[in-house]
Structure formats: C-alpha cells, structure tokens
C-alpha cells in the first residue's frame, strides 16, 4: 500500500483534530451556564493543548476549524466567532511555545514538566483565550460590562481545568499499554481504588467537611498505579465537584457564580495538582531506582570480566617475581 502524500496526511490530520474538538467541546456545552456557551469544564481546551504536544504545532489550523465550527452556531456575530476561535487558537500554541522554550518533555516523567503544564498550560494559557473571547463578547454586546470578571472567570475556569485534566490523560496514551499476566488480587484493587475513587467524589460534593476525602484515595492511586491510576481519578472528582457546583449543591449553594467559580476552581486545581505531581514524582523514582539497577548491573558485568585478567596479570606478575628472586639467589651462591 503506498504510503500517503505528505499533504494528504496533514489534512486528514487536520480534520482528526477538528472533529476531536468539535466532539468534545459539545460535551462542554452541555455544562455551560453562560450564553450556553461558556462552561465551567471544557475538555476541548485539554484536547488544543495536547495537539501540538503530540502532533506538533503545524497542525493549529485544526484547533481553529473545530473551535469556529463549535461557536459558530452559538453567535453572536461571525466577527466576534473569529475572534473567539483565534483565542481559543492562540492561546494554547503560545502556551507550548513558552513550555518548550523552558525545556517541557510530553513524558511528564519530570516534577518541572507537570508544574510547568500546570502554571503555563492551564493557568496561562488559558488567561489568553478567556480575557480575549470574553472582551469579544462584551464589546459586542452579548455579555454586559459588569458581567466581565464572572464571565471570564467561568471560562478561564472551564479551560484551565479542560487542560487539567485532558491534556495529561492525551500525552499518557501513547505510552499505555494493557498491562499482561496481571495477578488478580491487582485487578480487584483497580476495582477497589475506582469504586473508592467515585464514591469519595461523590461523598466529598455533599458537604464542606468532606471535601478532603479524596486525597488518600489520590495517594493511593499515585503510588499504586502511578499516572494511570491518579489522572483518571482526578478526572473523576473535578467532573463530580463541577456537576456539584452548577447544580447549586453541597458547599457551593450558598454562593454567588463568581465566588463559587473561586472555589472550585481552587479545589480542583488543588486536586488536579496533588495527582499529576505526586503520579510524576513516584514515577521519576522508579526511573531513577531503575537507572541505579541498571548502572550497577553494568559495573557488576565489568568487574566480572575485568577480574579474570587482573588475576591473570597477577599470576604473570609474580611469576616473575619468583623468577627474578631465584636467579638473585642463585648467583648469590655461585659466589
């Protein structure tokens, strides 16, 4: 089968990663509490971020069709729709172009690389396209002067947490695979930690005192199962928390939009945060464990192949010794 044309396969691409956005900002859209349109969890913005971690930068051009096609039918205006999707455009590739430039890796098997997909992506770059569609909207009349600050905040909001908790699950996959000869006792502690993982989301949505409980199932996910085990959780509790809070329920009920924006983006990203630091330290140490293993594997390889021939030298060495010894001896009795 002959391979395609390279412009062919930029396109294709490109539409893979339009009809990805397109499909999963309509999931935001279905949380949206702001001209339906602005939500407080976008996945799409984890889906932008990941595009040219993963595919490289050329391939905006999709980010920008799925982002027009998106808010196209949402209005209000096509120049106010061109703006937003060059926001929601800009926004994530001037992120990665800072990350790169601080040396960022998509491995994230580095403590730098998870704060820096932390401060950079989802705090940073998602300010770009939140201030800049969110200007948009009330310089053309659709969201009022006073309005601002709210609005911009669910948005920043919605972005920040698509970023993370998308963009980190994205740049896992290509390193995931299905684990083989796996004991059933870990399969039933999988089972155990997602049980466990829902139910303490759920239980921590109900009431303030319990907004804590999910952090030792965090843990636990972290230090068993690594980025695999605490990503998906961290997913599941920012879901649950962001249901809560549109809904008027458990802590946030009593509380404004904004303010209550305030605390869940303060929650989340504080659980966001535990998780993918905490997955990539435990995972930095097994890498440095294994490198360790590794090196003296090879020094304890080289010392067996070194130690023959020292001890052949040795030999040879005292060989003539012995023989210098017994030709001193016998010219000293010759005398």
């Known amino acids: 089968m002959r391979p395609l044309p390279p412009a062919s396969r930029w396109c294709l691409i490109v539409l893979g990663v339009t009809v990805c956005y397109f ?20 996945p799409a913005a984890g889906i932008a971020m990941a595009v040219p971690m993963l595919l490289g930068p050329r391939f905006w051009p999709g980010i920008f069709l799925g982002a027009l096609l998106t808010n196209i039918a949402l209005g209000p205006s096509l120049g106010t729709v061109l703006v937003i999707s060059l926001g929601n455009t800009a926004g994530p590739m001037l992120a990665y172009a800072v990350m790169r430039r601080l040396g960022f890796r998509t491995e994230l098997d580095r403590l730098p690389d998870a ?21 948009v ?64 989301a759920v239980l921590a949505s109900t009431t303030t005192p319990k907004l804590f ?14 980025q695999a085990g605490a990503l998906p959780c961290s997913l599941c509790v920012c879901t649950v928390t962001i249901f809560a809070a549109i809904r008027g329920l458990g802590p946030y009920g009593s509380y404004e939009l904004t303010t209550r924006m305030l605390h869940v983006q303060a929650y989340d990203a504080t659980v966001g945060l535990t998780a993918l630091t ?32 020292q001890s052949l030298r040795s030999a040879i060495t005292q060989h003539d010794e012995d023989e210098a010894q017994a030709a001193c001896s016998s010219r000293k009795r010759s005398r």
Not at 141 to 168: E, K, N, Q, R
Not at 216 to 223: G, T
């Open 278 to 309: 905490l997955s990539t330290i435990v995972l930095q140490r097994d890498r440095a464990t294994s490198e360790l293993t590794d090196a003296w594997r090879r020094i304890t390889e080289m010392v067996d192949v070194i130690a023959p021939r």
């Open 213 to 226: 409980v999910v952090f030792p199932v965090l843990i636990w996910a972290a230090l068993r199962f690594r």
């Open 137 to 200: 909207l009330v310089s053309g009349g659709a969201v009022s002067p006073g309005d601002f600050w709210a609005t911009a905040l669910v948005w920043w909001t919605g972005d920040a947490m698509g970023v993370l908790t998308i963009t980190p699950l994205l740049l896992l996959a290509p390193r995931f695979r299905l684990p083989r000869r796996v004991p059933l006792v870990r399969w039933g502690e999988a089972a155990a930690l997602a049980l466990f993982g829902l139910g303490t």
């Open 115 to 135: 704060v820096l997909l932390v401060a950079v992506g989802a705090i940073g770059g998602t300010a770009v396209s939140a201030v800049l569609g969110t200007g």
């Open 23 to 42: 499909a999963t900002a309509q999931i935001g859209i279905q949380w949206a509490i702001v001209r339906e349109q602005i939500s407080p969890l976008w």
